[in-house]
């Protein structure tokens, strides 16, 4: 059985091992796959792994060997499943891997905006503790998170685990989502409707999927409600947000800091607004990417493909 991986350096860059896989089949991976050296590359496999290589139609009928696709990730957005579920191509993805890192880089980016460690530790390198006058300085406002509000869009894996550390942090929750586990409630969580999380959050706090419901529901519209000062977290998927609404409303100082690892469009634009936005963290979508997290997304991926040689596949996705 032959086996592709197109886009293995992501996954991959080198502190992982592929030897389990290689049990699997004929193993042939691949840096990076472009568009066009897709066909060329999986014509004669049986199973392709990918991560954020685009699969659509045209490029799916033109593999009349595929009968499996293996996402090393949670989203599936880049493949058509429709057509694939038509051609007959079983695809899988790898849920839950990354919870706890998500979480926590969430809170990293957060965090940097309260206290600006970066930036207070380049000064200090620069010199200006050394000739400061006083024992102490201090160049941007430092924020106390306890007592104050964390509006949480999407009470998944990711969105709990993120409320588990906000409560851990002496925050109160507002909680957003479709259905609701009333049993949760407590004087300090509570389930609402996106209005109100928007007026009562200091921190709003993005962890739903991307969907013709979510898509820019972050705008000018939704962040006219949100509190004078809020701050806005995403690492989720980058267009929730409409970017150039939150742009404005960084520079106007309405939302007082935003961090965000992930854009409408990746790798971002030089020229998306958000990059010269005031008080606008921008990581390259890197809070999945731990080497714990990304050994138990490897974990997942060959057990999806062991399941699935064994004709009992999991974790499997319809179009």
């Not at 579920?85 to 706890?100: H, K, R, S």
């Not at 509006?151 to 925050?171: D, N, P, T």
């Not at 690892?261 to 607004?273: A, F, G, H, K």
Request: net charge negative; proline share 4%.
């Amino acid at each position: 059985m032959k086996i592709v991986v197109l886009d293995g350096f992501t996954l991959n860059p080198g502190d992982l091992s592929w030897e389990e896989t290689k049990k699997l089949g004929e193993l042939t991976i691949y840096d990076r796959t472009t568009s066009e050296e897709i066909v060329n590359r999986a014509c004669e496999c049986e199973i392709i792994l990918t991560n954020k290589t685009p699969l659509n139609r045209e490029t799916l009928e033109k593999l009349p060997k595929l009968k499996y696709i293996g996402v090393l990730a949670t989203g599936y957005n880049v493949i058509d499943v429709k057509a694939a579920n038509e051609l007959g191509i079983i695809v899988t993805n790898t849920p839950a891997y990354g919870t706890m890192a998500v979480a926590q880089f969430s809170f990293a980016l957060l965090l940097e905006i309260c206290h600006h460690v970066g930036e207070h530790n380049e000064v200090v390198k620069q010199g200006d503790w050394s000739n400061c006058k006083d024992f102490c300085f201090w160049n941007y406002p430092l924020i106390e998170l306890a007592g104050k509000t964390m509006g949480i869009i999407g009470m998944g894996r990711i969105g709990m685990a993120s409320a588990k550390i906000a409560l851990a942090f002496g925050m109160n929750i507002l909680a957003y989502n479709p259905s609701k586990n009333k049993s949760l409630e407590s004087d300090s969580f509570k389930y609402v409707e996106l209005d109100e999380l928007y007026a009562k959050s200091d921190v709003v706090n993005l962890h739903c999927p991307l969907n013709e419901n979510t898509s820019g529901m972050i705008n000018k519209e939704s962040i006219s409600k949100m509190k004078d000062g809020a701050i806005i977290i995403n690492t989720s998927r980058g267009p929730l947000i409409v970017e150039q609404d939150l742009a404005d409303a960084l520079n106007s100082g309405k939302v007082a800091g935003a961090a965000l690892d992930v854009m409408s469009q990746e790798p971002v634009l030089e020229n998306n607004p958000l990059m010269l936005a005031k008080n606008c963290i921008i990581t390259p979508h890197i809070a999945w990417a731990p080497k714990e997290s990304r050994q138990r997304l490897m974990n997942i991926a060959v057990d999806n493909l062991i399941q699935f040689i064994g004709k009992t596949p999991i974790n499997v996705v319809k179009g």
